[in-house]
């Protein structure tokens, strides 16, 4: 008995994991990394679930579906992360340097808390990228303890490609399971 419970976590994690893998080659072209989290997050909600067919033909049905809308979330996502990185050098050079890069960078950590948040709302049937982002900003409010856990959960993922960049290729699926984990039900 309890060697069908340790397989079954490991076959759990091991979709997890593919997830990740299908993720990263999905977002090679660096706008299409939204779509390709909302697929994710789909993809994890129903391995959990127990639901679903094929992880790797199911992950490429939901990425098509949510692609047209998704280039342009993660265009405003890639210009929002440039003019961050851009405020970030120029605020270097400011008198107030001291105060000023700190609350830049709590800003960008919410900003990319609520952009995968994003991703979760609109995997779970929003259809609408704009109205799931108010959706996701509105729950980050309200919810700070799940936006902290997923905060983290980004954190260190950022940290373990940062020390090991190979994770790249797999870190997305365990941040998938994390924001569906923290997003709750709408």
Do not use: H, K, N, Y
């Not at 660096?30 to 390709?36: D, K, L, N």
């Not at 190979?166 to 699926?173: C, K, P, R």
């Amino acid at each position: 008995m309890r060697a069908v419970t340790w397989r079954a976590g490991l076959g759990e994690f091991s979709d997890c994991l593919v997830v990740g893998l299908v993720v990263a080659v999905a977002s090679i072209p660096v706008v299409t990394a939204a779509p390709a989290v909302v697929a994710g997050c789909r993809a994890i909600g129903r391995t959990r679930s127990g639901v679903g067919g094929p992880l790797w033909t199911t992950f490429w049905a939901d990425f098509r579906a949510v692609l047209r809308g998704g280039l342009a979330f993660g265009l405003g996502c890639l210009a929002a992360g440039v003019l961050l990185a851009v405020d970030f050098e120029v605020a270097g050079e400011l008198p107030g340097a001291g105060l000023l890069r700190p609350v830049l960078g709590v800003l960008g950590a919410a900003a990319v808390v609520i952009a995968v948040r994003t991703c979760q709302v609109v995997s779970s049937g929003e259809l609408f990228w704009r109205r799931a982002l108010i959706t996701a900003a509105r729950a980050t409010a309200a919810a700070p303890a799940q936006a902290a856990l997923l905060a983290a959960a980004i954190g260190l993922s950022a940290v373990l490609v940062w020390m090991l960049p190979i994770l790249a290729l797999v870190v997305a699926g365990p941040l998938c399971l994390a924001a569906v984990a923290t997003g709750g039900s709408r």
